[in-house]
């Protein structure tokens, strides 16, 4: 089996967190008001975490032969100060994220490589975890 459409995948999987990172610090950066408090503190956190995703898929991919991208997915950070529009985008990129991730494991299990399974797989189920803290957040 080629390793090609895994390498595709995970490459896109480097894009949304490389663009993770720079979202959660921009917010970290912005967010004002008493939610500040609470709320910078989380996006640098997202942001901390969105690396060291992005080093595992970056070292995966240089395992598999792949060459890893270097550039973020391309869809537009909205740029606010508003907390509840920063939470909704953050939820929408961790959806987005974790549905890759999921894509990635149907992918890995065809390998039979089962040390890659269990890193992405961590990487997902944090993702997930991210999903529900956020939508419990933005309700």
Do not use: C
Not at 34 to 53: C, V
Request: proline content about 2%; cysteine-free.
């Amino acid at each position: 089996m080629s390793n090609a459409p895994l390498i595709e995948k995970l490459n896109e999987a480097l894009g949304w967190e490389l663009r993770a990172i720079s979202q959660y610090s921009h917010y970290a950066a912005y967010i004002r008001g008493i939610h500040r408090f609470q709320l910078a503190p989380h996006f640098n956190s997202e942001a901390q975490e969105s690396m060291t995703h992005a080093d595992t898929v970056r070292a995966s991919i240089v395992k598999l032969g792949g060459i890893a991208v270097t550039e973020r997915n391309p869809k537009a950070i909205e740029h606010t100060s508003d907390y509840k529009i920063m939470l909704q985008e953050s939820l929408d990129t961790e959806i987005s994220a974790s549905k890759v991730y999921s894509e990635i494991l149907t992918l890995v299990e065809k390998t039979g490589d089962s040390d890659l399974y269990d890193s992405i797989e961590q990487i997902y189920l944090a993702e997930v975890r991210s999903v529900e803290e956020l939508r419990m957040l933005v309700e």
